[in-house]
């Protein structure tokens, strides 16, 4: 079961910025006792954040800290299920967008780029060089072009049922506006049965309805705004800069971005591998035992060509 409003219950240490480290419980309702928005004067928004560490400093294998980046529609509650998993040996950062979640909704419009720009100014603002990134659906449009565009800042790469390109762009525009116009309801129905097979639905309403409520609670032109930034959104042609070693994952049925589109996205990144797991979008929820494996392995490999010769490749 997921908890809301918060990432669920879990004890972690967190680095402070005296250096000092602090144990800290996350349960209960409410905000969680990490959650902070970031205040940046050159920002456009200041993006709120949860960070979770292992409970023994010495547990920390390796020090890159991991970003977890949702998919539209969502926040960082989407990633519940890979909290314990990940924060056991590893730095997580899970945050929302501009217009998503608890950070602000700044005036459109906005483009990928600009939700790229929001990350690497949390990247820069908790001195974060370098990181490993977890992206699912616009989390990993955002990805690939962090990838492609600022190599040097990331490390390892997982794209998970995205897409470097989604015509028409029409059904995206007509979205905005119906949104914009009547609200998140409007559309909520259809995009649910698109993020969650039915049998999944009908089995687990527990694990549903935390992620509709968190849709629901989305405001309206932050929705549209990163909708209209997918509408204009073609990365195709810069697929091949991307020097992180990259792990792309599909849903088996998931409707929007189909293994087909998945799989030709992988061929487009050098080096990278490629896996399905049983879910249709959010397969980070739908399918959170094996996602988790599949990002817990690829975020461990010793080599891959060292790391793609540090991130400087060829």
Avoid: K
């Amino acid at each position: 079961m997921l908890s809301i409003p918060c990432i669920p219950a879990v004890t972690t240490r967190r680095s402070l910025p005296n250096g000092e480290w602090t144990r800290m419980n996350t349960s209960g309702s409410g905000l969680c006792s990490n959650d902070r928005p970031v205040d940046w004067s050159d920002m456009s928004a200041a993006l709120a954040f949860s960070e979770y560490l292992p409970v023994e400093r010495d547990a920390l294998r390796d020090e890159t800290p991991v970003l977890f980046a949702s998919s539209i529609g969502s926040s960082r509650i989407m990633w519940s299920h890979q909290v314990a998993a990940v924060s056991d040996h590893r730095r997580m950062i899970a945050f929302d967008y501009r217009g998503h979640g608890s950070s602000p909704t700044p005036d459109g419009p906005y483009e990928i780029a600009d939700l790229a720009g929001d990350v690497l100014a949390l990247m820069d603002s908790l001195g974060i060089e370098r990181a490993d990134f977890v992206g699912l659906s616009l989390g990993g449009m955002v990805g690939m072009w962090l990838g492609a565009h600022h190599p040097a800042r990331i490390r390892r790469l997982v794209l998970a049922c995205t897409t470097p390109h989604m015509p028409p762009p029409e059904l995206w525009i007509e979205r905005a506006a119906l949104v914009e116009a009547e609200g998140m309801e409007a559309i909520a129905d259809s995009v649910l049965a698109r993020w969650f097979t039915e049998g999944f639905v009908v089995e687990h309403p527990g694990e549903v309805l935390p992620i509709r409520e968190q849709f629901l609670a989305t405001s309206a032109h932050g929705y549209a705004q990163c909708g209209l930034a997918i509408s204009r959104m073609d990365q195709r042609d810069t697929l091949a800069r991307i020097t992180a070693p990259t792990l792309v994952i599909a849903g088996t049925s998931d409707p929007a971005t189909t293994p087909e589109v998945c799989q030709r996205l992988a061929d487009a990144i050098p080096g990278s591998r490629y896996a399905e797991v049983d879910a249709a979008h959010i397969a980070a929820v739908e399918a959170a035992g094996a996602f988790t494996s599949l990002i817990l392995d690829h975020l461990s490999r010793i080599d891959d060509a060292s790391v793609r010769q540090e991130n400087g490749a060829p």
